[in-house]
């Protein structure tokens, strides 16, 4: 089992890098959201893998987030969603936001994503919805924020007031966290900016 790969980024090219560690080469399959976030090629890396076994042969799939390889373990024990399938979800919405679809039943979004007719939406919210605890989501989708943010030189303390807010005036926290993630937050926003802006979204 290869849980995750540190090394040197060698190679991108669509949908695969490549990153070298102890002198291989390990080809990885990623998401497409995730080149953006990936440093220059020789940059260093740390890739959380998944190691598929099949009879034609051997897969990588990666993610730089933990968070991100536990979601697609996920994907990939529901009926219908192979490897290559649930990639393509995550390479369309984020865990968080996939979350949420799931917990709020919301099939449009889950429709809209590569491969997911109807009927897979249905069954990715019976699957996965008591999976998808909402405050254990609701606390995972604060550290990935504070992850982001802080790397961003931003705090999300005003965003987590005003989700507190938002539930405070009897909004379901669901509704109140996709209602704040909407929100382009600043460095100088206070939570009753946040607040005030993350208002205007519901409805929407």
Same mark, same amino acid.
């Given at each position: 089992?290869?849980? #995750? ?7 991108? %090219? *669509? $949908?695969?890098? @490549?990153? =070298?560690?102890?002198? !291989? ?5 990623? *998401? ?6 990936? /440093?220059?090629?020789? &940059?260093? @890396? ?11 042969? @051997?897969?990588? #799939? ?11 373990? !996920? ?7 192979? /490897?290559? $399938? ?27 994503? /590569? ?7 249905? %069954? ?8 998808? &605890?909402? =405050?254990?989501? #609701? ?10 943010? =802080?790397?961003? &030189? ?11 807010? !938002?539930?405070? +005036?009897?909004? *379901?926290?669901?509704?109140? +966290? ?8 600043? /460095? ?8 005030? !802006?993350?208002?205007?979204? #519901?409805?929407?």
């Amino acid at each position: 089992m290869i849980a #995750f790969i540190k090394g040197e980024l060698a190679e991108t %090219r *669509p $949908g695969v890098i @490549v990153v =070298e560690a102890g002198g !291989l080469g390990y080809e990885i399959n990623v *998401p497409s959201s995730l080149f953006g976030k990936l /440093p220059g090629i020789g &940059g260093t @890396v740390l890739i959380h893998t998944y190691f598929q076994v099949r009879e034609d042969g @051997v897969s990588l #799939f990666g993610f730089l987030k933990k968070d991100d390889l536990e979601v697609f373990k !996920l994907l990939i024990g529901v009926n219908g969603i192979g /490897p290559k $399938g649930a990639l393509g979800v995550l390479s369309s919405i984020t865990a968080d936001n996939l979350r949420f679809a799931v917990l709020a039943e919301d099939t449009k979004t889950l429709e809209k994503l /590569p491969g997911i007719g109807k009927k897979t939406a249905g %069954r990715l919210i019976l699957d996965l919805k008591d999976k998808f &605890g909402l =405050e254990e989501a #609701f606390e995972q989708k604060l550290e990935n924020v504070k992850a982001d943010t =802080e790397q961003a &030189g931003i705090s999300d303390a005003a965003a987590e007031e005003a989700i507190q807010a !938002l539930t405070a +005036l009897g909004y *379901p926290a669901a509704e109140a +966290l996709k209602a704040v993630r909407q929100v382009t937050i600043t /460095p100088e926003m206070t939570a009753e900016d946040v607040l005030r !802006l993350s208002l205007k979204n #519901f409805g929407r």
